[in-house]
């Protein structure tokens, strides 16, 4: 793993952070000055300011986001926040993002190349979500949601769409951009009401209310790890 790298998933500093650490020579690795390109592994002793750095372990976490708390470290608005609301120790962060009124499935973590993964539509995470929409879908609307919607960014991938039941759709995307099922349903003439996300990677809200989390099993993060794969 590169110095920065490890700096950061140590909770050291970021990794922009953490290179001007190394370039200021505060960091040692077994007692030589670090460089930026120095990459370090189980065995190295790391010291910055000539204390050594001691490793955290990866932590996962699933949350059952409830609505009115955001997803960023911390909100201008003072409103409360995930990472308030997991109060885990090594401290982890959201991968991607719900709006402050989606409530469901969030994972977050410290691991940071998973997350950067699991965010990235090439890699393509699955994530449900069910819309509650104004008015009542229908076919053509259904299919021109699967189809792909011309967004202001960009055409959307192909998804997958169906009706639970009356103002009521389930998508099922790989994507992530900003507010993707609002706008898609509004572009199809169906305006969200309520959103929630009911299945990430995989991971289902079972068991936990609005408001809890739990750790995932071993097992949950090798499937997360499967999720997070490059396609073939
Ligand atoms: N799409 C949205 O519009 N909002 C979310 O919170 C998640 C996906």
Redesign the pocket.
């Known amino acids: 793993m590169r110095l920065n790298a490890f700096l950061a998933r140590a909770g050291v500093a970021s990794r922009r952070r953490a290179d001007e650490l190394i370039k200021a020579g505060r960091v040692t690795v077994n007692g030589k000055p670090g460089q930026l390109n120095t990459v370090v592994g189980a065995r190295d002793r790391v010291e910055v300011d000539g204390k050594e750095v001691v490793r955290q372990p990866l932590a996962y976490v699933l949350l059952h986001k409830p609505a009115g708390v955001v997803t960023t470290a911390r909100d201008p608005q003072g409103r409360p926040t995930v990472v308030q609301l997991v109060p885990y120790e090594p401290r982890v962060v959201p991968v991607g993002?719900?709006?402050a009124?989606?409530t469901g499935a969030l994972l977050l973590t410290n691991d940071g190349p998973l997350a950067h993964r699991l965010a990235h539509p090439r890699y393509g995470a699955e994530?449900t979500?069910v819309a509650e929409v104004e008015g009542d879908p229908d076919e053509k609307a259904l299919a021109a949601l699967r189809d792909g919607i011309e967004l202001d960014d960009g055409r959307t991938a192909p998804a997958r769409a169906r009706r639970l039941g009356r103002g009521r759709v389930e998508l099922v995307?790989h994507e992530?951009?900003?507010?993707?099922?609002?706008?898609m349903l509004e572009a199809v003439g169906h305006p969200?009401t309520r959103?929630h996300?009911s299945v990430y990677a995989g991971l289902t809200l079972d068991g936990l209310a609005a408001g809890e989390w739990r750790k995932l099993t071993a097992r949950e993060v090798e499937q997360l790890r499967t999720a997070a794969r490059p396609p073939a």
């Open positions: 993002r719900l709006d009124d989606t994530k979500y995307l992530g951009r900003t507010h993707q099922v609002k706008r969200v959103l996300r």
